[in-house]
């Protein structure tokens, strides 16, 4: 075909400056809008007009132009051909009770969906890719069947040869192994059986959404901050105090050769960040007047700090300047614990296990960007509700952001719709497709994010707040949040705490010790802090008000399953809370993050879990769309 563009070019009295370089970039703007070498060149003569380019020499510099051209045109031959009014046939009627028509091999399968408005045509028109072939995105229609939209484009997204790929498999039995393609959707059960299939509707109960729609944010003051960071030094106190492990705390400045224990934050003697000469230990305003004194961490074989942990620490301050560490109690006593004699303990947590228990809970999780950085289809999401369609979950649990401020679109502001208006019909309107093809049992948790450009920047953050029919089976949380279905207690936050701690922590484990897996120990951290976001000062990327619902960003209790999205690597592990903790199985959380659904002009992960009655039976699978 190379020849016949070059032949047709010689025809037309042009010459080809850098030929092979030009001839390959003809031959793909041939195949990507259907053109011949003669349509092409005769293209090329009206741009040659057009922009009255000097000579008659075709140069590699104006083929950017060229191609621009190319893609106007092509939108306006879209435009024109979505415009005609279609007229059913008794063909579409069979097409509509039996979900299956016959087609000749020529002719490219397409199955009716929702009308398209003026917003979603603009959508296929300016956010595909510019170079790409027709390709087939599933997608729920409105009639309630699953249908095939088709674009007249098919994005890098949409090239990729297996759409499912498990990447981790954690007490996974199955024939999903780590490596190996996940078995193909279209599986050989008949789908009436597969939709007639009784499947029994989740429990859901919210334990903590905070703060409510609505509120006003970002006027906090000095004095909150300080209110909030002492009150988590004296909630600490008061738990170590209680727990009489340790005996009663005393301030860390006050100078004696004796060994000591005191509660205190950790915190850096500069802006710059923590490193093991840097490290401070400030004292609550209570008990030592908020003074703060120098660590001395050489005797500690191992340690983990970052800005704003509170912890309890075992050592002596012989001068009252600077605390040698001997020993550092980083977890908080449990909950259940605070107040109880130690006989009693045991006996409870004999109770917690011995208590019979229905925990069993199928759940997908996935966390934004839903669409990929080259448009704005939500290919995706398409893709994952049509995931979740055959595998039919109790629970869909979706992750912000939705609107993606980070988006290049919408970072150069080259969009023509709101940001409200993209959340309504790709976010809701699948959802709302999708439920009334799965019926009543599913039920689907939504959590925003601070970066979604719908919603207020703030954190913690309000939940959504919008109409929907499915409203009953679609629940709008906070970031974060504590709920619980089917009795199984789950703690969410959409911001990246993991990725925040990991740039602040400095650390120091033996070669032989456990906790040298970074992933859990940074998990671990969460939860023996009781909270969603402990570091502070916060990333620059947080806006942290907190003044707006103190509460809301405390863990009152160890949830079964925290879900903690990340940049970082997608995992899913059993992590243990607490120093000590005498029954294993009383100290165990499930800690997931499924990765993001969308990764520049690719797929992300996700991930698919089964839970089985307590996390040592949980069965989690994280899959690579």
Known sequence: MDVHIKAEFEKSGFSLHQEEEILQKCLTYCINFTLTPSDL??????????????????????????????????????????????VYSSNDVDMLLNTEVEHDNNVQECFLSSPINQYETSQLDSYNSPASNLGTIERPSSTGKLSKFISNHTTPFGQRSNKFVSLFSLNNDEDIESGTKVKNLEDSEDDIIRRVRPSERCSLQIHCSQPE?????????????????????????????????????TSATLASEKSIFAVGMICCDSEGRLNEKSI????????SGGERVRLDLRKLPQFSFYPGQVIGIEGQNPSGHCFIATK????????PYTGLPPAKRPALDLENIKAPTSKILSVVIAAGPFTTTDNLLFEPLAELLAYASRKQPQLLVLIGPFVDSE??????????????????????????????????????????????????FSFPQSAFDFNIDTSHQITCLSNPCIFSANEIMFGCTSTDIMKHL?????????????????????????????????LYPPSTAVPLDLSLAPKALEIPSVPDILLLPSDLAPFAK????GETIQVEEASKCMCVNPGRLAKGIGGGSFAEMHFNGNPEKTNVCIIRI
């Open 328 to 335: 550092v109690v980083d977890s908080l006593p449990s909950a």
């Open 574 to 577: 059993r992590v243990p809370v």
């Open 41 to 86: 060149v005769s293209y090329w003569e009206v741009y040659y007009l057009n922009r009255q380019l000097n000579g008659l020499t075709v140069e590699n510099d104006d083929l950017d132009g060229f191609l621009s051209q190319l893609q106007n045109e092509h939108k306006e031959s879209i435009i024109k051909e979505d415009s005609q009014l279609h």
């Open 280 to 287: 401070l230990l400030q004292g609550s305003i209570e008990h």
């Open 213 to 249: 729609p609505g509120c006003r944010f970002m006027y906090d003051r000095t004095e909150d901050k300080c209110n909030a960071l002492e009150n988590r030094i004296q909630r600490c106190h008061v738990q170590f105090s209680a727990s009489e492990q340790y005996g009663m705390p």
């Open 502 to 534: 990991s740039s602040e922590e400095i650390s120091r484990i033996p070669s032989n010790s456990p906790s040298r897996d970074r992933m859990s120990r940074l998990a671990t951290h969460v939860l023996n802090q009781h909270s969603f976001y402990p």
């Open 407 to 456: 988006h290049p679109e919408i970072k150069k502001g080259t969009i023509d719709v709101t940001f409200d208006d993209i959340y309504t019909v790709e976010v809701l309107r699948r959802l709302k497709d999708f439920l009334e093809y799965m019926g009543p049992a599913i039920r689907v948790v939504l959590v925003p994010s601070i970066r979604d450009a719908n919603h207020d």
